[in-house]
Structure formats: C-alpha cells, structure tokens
C-alpha cells in the first residue's frame, strides 16, 4: 500500500495496538481501528492524510465553507457561530470524506468492487468514488432510504440492494451476503480519516486556532473519533493549542451514543425502536459507538438528544440565518439551543455546528413541516 510518510499505519482506538493496514478491527479486542501518524512528520495541516495525491481517489471532496451565523451567535449568547456547510461536497454530504479514503484504500489491496449498508448518502458516496477509482460498488440500503439517494447511487453506475425494513435489516443483509466484495462499511478504519480532514480544515478555517467547540449530528459516531484524533493530533504536531470540546447531537429517538455519554456509560446500547424522520442519523447499533463516547468525553464534551419537532424547526431557522440546510443540520441546531439552555457556552467562546447534508436532499421534510404550521 503506498501511503505519506505521515502515515504510520492503524491503531485501535480502545487498546492502542498497533495493526497493519488491511485490517477492519482490531484483532485483539475487536476495537475500532484509525489512522495513526508520525507527529514529527506533520508540518502543516495537509500532511494529515494517508494516501499521497497520486493514488488517492478524490472526486474533490472536502474544502468546503465556514459560513458565519451571527443571529444564532447573538441568540446563544456567544463571541460567534459558524456553520461548516459539508452539504456543499459533491454527492452532497460529508460522506464523500470518509469513502473517498476507504475507497482508496481498497484499490490499493486490488479490490475490484466494494460495498457497503448505507441509509442513503454512504451507498450514493461510495458509488461516486468507486466510479471514479474505476471499480464496481454495490450500496445495501433499507427500502425507507430516500429516492435521491437511489436514483444517484445508479447513476454513478453502482449496484444496489434494497432491502424491506429499516437500517438494522440492511446491515443484515450485508453482513450474510456471499458476494464478493471489499467492505467499506461504517467503522472502517479509512473512513474514520474523514473526520481527520474535517478537523484539519476547520483549523484552516479558524486561522490556525481550534473552535472551542464543535456540534456534530451523529449516526455511527466515526467523523467524531475522527475530529478528536485529528485535532489531538494537530496539537502534538506544534499545529494547534487545544482540543475543542465536542458534542454528539442525535435525534431523542434515536440517541445511543448522546444517552451514554450523558448517563456515563462507556458503551452504547443498541436502540429497540428507533424512530425519526432524521433518516440518516436513525442508527441503533453505531458501528464506532465506544470510540465515539471516548472521544466525547476525552474532549470535555457531552451529548444531547434532540425532539424532532425541535430539528425541524431548527433546520428551518437554519436556513433562514445561514447556509442551506435540511432535517440533519437541524439536528445541530436544535442541539446547540438545548446545549444553551444547560450552560454549556461561555460568553467568548467559539461555536462550529457542522451540517452534514446539503439542504436540497432533505426539502421535502422541511416543506412538509411548514405547511402543518399553515405556511
């Protein structure tokens, strides 16, 4: 596999072992695996990657905008509030970060197709970046999964199963089938490194200083291992000072992860019934779920559960005050105002909300939540 110099391999996130890449999980305790890099060789913030530019698969995801939001600030009380819009990367969402990598690493183990079970924008994600690596892919999704996102899975040329039911019977599917294929499915150590990017450029963003902290939607929990090793690893690189806290925002019906993290579990339980109309972060069983309450709790961060009636009206207010978003974003906005409310801000603090799906995939929801206010 030819990697940066950076690159020192994988390491588990639970046990800290070191493991060669090509590895889904830890074999000594099955953790979740992440890209480990050589702080003595990261000068800038672009060295924090694995695959160097010639072999890295890219459909240009990533550099996406901080948009300030100083009507929200004002509301919370805060120095300021800025929205990293990841609805503006190519399939439309923050996934491309995360499967551009995984994809990449799987071409460089001669794979010929990869797959994965997807609520929707992972299977549309992976299908651009497999098409444009040159290879097959094939999206398990459950039947509730948006249209958009079934429609452009095939017209990046990927395969897709739908599956009757929810998520959970998805993930099923995908882990009985025979067929061949390279995973890339939630939990991948590559796909972690989205988050890694994530973290990277919101230090760009913010002129080299860390936000103070950071409100991210949650379904599987990676892009927050992600943005706590890569902000940790900036600050061992001389590159930053701190670690923002960080919050995991989920929706109340649907919150493995925020209830642990608020009950002070290490671990999270698997949701029996979950049920929102927050489809991509409906996820009972997050594949990075400790790590993720790690990370959470590594950073002096907390988790919140959000109603839906409050993400919707948070996405509509979203859109009103700054970038386009939709019911996922909400999902941050309504959590920053519920954060608010407990003290989490100090007046000078910083506040970055992250959005990861551009507003037009979801309107639908949103249009719907308008005309029951009789709009």
Avoid at 146 to 164: I, S, T, W
Avoid at 240 to 259: C, K, N
Avoid at 323 to 337: L, S
């Amino acid at each position: 596999m030819e990697t940066t110099a950076a690159f020192r391999g994988l390491v588990c996130t639970a046990c800290e072992e070191a493991v060669d890449p090509g590895v889904e999980r830890c074999p000594d305790c099955g953790g979740v695996l992440a890209p480990d890099y050589d702080p003595d060789a990261v000068e800038t913030t672009a060295a924090l990657t694995p695959f160097p530019d010639p072999v890295a698969v890219s459909i240009d995801d990533g550099d996406t905008p901080l948009v300030s939001v100083p009507e929200l600030a004002a509301e919370l009380g805060v120095d300021s509030v800025g929205i990293k819009d990841e609805g503006r990367n190519p399939t439309g969402s923050l996934t491309d970060r995360k499967l551009a990598p995984a994809v990449t690493a799987a071409v460089q183990q001669d794979a010929a197709r990869v797959a994965t079970p997807s609520t929707g924008n992972g299977a549309q994600a992976a299908a651009a970046a497999a098409a444009r690596a040159g290879i097959d892919s094939k999206g398990f999704v459950p039947s509730r999964c948006p249209f958009v996102n079934k429609a452009m899975v095939n017209v990046h040329g990927g395969d897709m199963r739908v599956v009757e039911g929810r998520y959970s019977d998805a993930v099923a599917v995908f882990e009985d089938s025979d067929e061949e294929f390279a995973p890339v499915a939630p939990g991948h150590p590559f796909r972690i490194q989205g988050g890694v990017s994530l973290a990277m450029e919101l230090l760009d963003d913010c002129g080299g200083t860390a936000p103070d902290a950071v409100v991210h939607p949650t379904g599987h929990g990676e892009t927050l291992v992600g943005l706590a090793r890569g902000f940790e690893l900036a600050v061992s690189a001389g590159l930053a000072e701190g670690v923002p806290r960080l919050y995991a925002a989920q929706p109340e019906s649907s919150a493995p992860i925020a209830d642990a993290v608020r009950e002070g579990d290490d671990a999270p339980s698997e949701v029996e019934f979950p049920d929102t109309i927050v489809g991509p972060l409906e996820v009972p069983a997050p594949a990075a779920g400790r790590a993720a309450i790690g990370a959470v709790e590594s950073s002096g961060g907390d988790g919140v559960a959000v109603s839906d009636k409050d993400t919707l009206q948070g996405a509509v207010d979203g859109c009103e005050m700054g970038p386009e978003i939709g019911a996922t974003g909400g999902t941050a906005v309504g959590g920053v105002r519920a954060l608010s409310d407990r003290d989490a801000f100090d007046p000078e603090d910083r506040v970055v909300l992250v959005n990861p799906v551009a507003g037009s995939k979801e309107g639908d929801l949103l249009r719907s939540h308008l005309m029951s206010q009789g709009l």
